[in-house]
């Protein structure tokens, strides 16, 4: 268990550069959250292509709502798909 804020995030980025789907997913959120919606639909595409079924449900509400991508209700229904 990280014991600081900064171990955390260093135990994360490890796990992003080793294509951890939960951990690519999870930074993804966090740069959705601070509002950096264009690494978050990167993060999140990434997880998916690797089968994260949650990180397809995150791409298809962005696709939908047009959220750090162009509004595309194909791709937005596409990862609804994939998501189920």
């Given at each position: 268990?990280?014991?600081?804020?900064?171990?955390?995030?260093?135990?994360?980025?490890?796990?992003?550069e080793?294509?951890?789907?939960?951990?690519?997913?999870?930074?993804?959120?966090?740069?959705?959250?601070?509002?950096?919606?264009?690494?978050?639909?990167?993060?999140?595409?990434?997880?998916?292509?690797?089968?994260?079924?949650?990180?397809?449900?995150?791409?298809?509400?962005?696709?939908?709502?047009?959220?750090?991508?162009?509004?595309?209700?194909?791709?937005?229904?596409?990862?609804?798909?994939?998501?189920?």
């Amino acid at each position: 268990t990280p014991k600081t804020q900064e171990e955390a995030m260093t135990n994360l980025m490890r796990r992003v550069e080793a294509n951890d789907t939960a951990a690519l997913r999870e930074f993804g959120t966090r740069c959705h959250s601070k509002g950096d919606h264009v690494s978050a639909i990167e993060q999140w595409t990434k997880a998916a292509e690797l089968g994260d079924s949650v990180a397809h449900y995150q791409l298809h509400c962005s696709y939908q709502d047009g959220e750090g991508v162009e509004k595309d209700m194909k791709k937005a229904i596409y990862h609804a798909e994939q998501a189920a």
